[in-house]
């Protein structure tokens, strides 16, 4: 069955530290995969997707498909960083060639000052 | 634009009732996905419209269901409400070409009691 994993509910590390959001996924598939973020008080909003391979507000993600992870990362955390942020995986489903969309349970980015 | 609108923002329902909760998409998009987030967890995928008709589902028993209107507008409905089904319910609208970039909405927040 298709899952995503996060493993860490909460990370906190300071101002210009390295920073690395964890996500794991099964699916037996070609995945598709994505990084959301929701900041305070917004929405939920598509940050980046691994078929993109572009560094989004300093973030990358690399594809590991021998590991299946799709690990964020960003080498200096900003304060504006701090938010809840989700790996999800779009999966064809068998019928109208349509997808179905899989999220991960959330981590929650604290950058301290 | 003001993006993807769902209504209410809030609903209070008892066991048992039924609930419709409404959401209009993105301008131009044509797609619309329903997710239920329960409180600390991530979105689970409910299911998605185009054209009018169901095209994908994700495990959720039939009190689930839906409508999409000609002007892509959809409508979740829940009947025979149980106390487990309080949740964010969110809303995300895409183009069918790019079914994998999604909006989302704020949310409609369902208090079973």
């Known amino acids: 069955a298709q899952r995503v994993t996060q493993p860490e509910k909460l990370l906190s590390v300071f101002k210009g530290a390295p920073v690395e959001l964890k996500c794991n996924y099964s699916?037996?598939?070609?995945?598709?995969l994505f990084w959301y973020v929701q900041y305070s008080r917004q929405r939920l909003q598509l940050l980046l997707r691994?078929?993109s391979r572009e560094s989004i507000k300093g973030f990358t993600a690399d594809l590991n498909k021998g590991e299946t992870s799709f690990h964020l990362k960003k080498p200096f955390a900003q304060e504006e960083d701090s938010a809840m942020y989700y790996c999800?995986?779009?999966?064809?489903?068998?019928?109208?060639?349509?997808?179905?969309?899989?999220f991960g349970s959330g981590t929650k980015l604290n950058v301290k000052p | 634009d003001a993006g993807v609108t769902q209504s209410p923002t809030h609903l209070i329902k008892t066991r048992g009732q039924q609930v419709t909760l409404r959401c209009s998409p993105k301008?131009?998009?044509?797609?619309v996905s329903w997710y239920q987030q329960a409180l600390g967890q991530g979105p689970q995928f409910i299911f998605q419209y185009y054209e009018e008709e169901e095209r994908q589902r994700g495990n959720f028993p039939d009190r689930f269901s839906g409508h999409q209107f000609p002007n892509y507008s959809s409508e979740l409905n829940v009947n025979a409400l149980l106390l487990g089904d309080s949740a964010l319910y969110l809303c995300?609208?895409?183009?069918?070409?790019?079914?994998?970039?999604?909006?989302f909405g704020p949310g409609t927040r369902l208090t079973v009691t």
């Open positions: 699916y037996s598939g070609s995945p598709e």
């Open positions: 999800a995986l779009s999966v064809l489903g068998a019928r109208y060639n349509f997808n179905k969309f899989y």
């Open positions: 691994h078929i």
């Open positions: 995300a609208s895409s183009l069918r070409r790019e079914v994998s970039e999604q909006y």
């Open positions: 301008s131009g998009h044509d797609t």
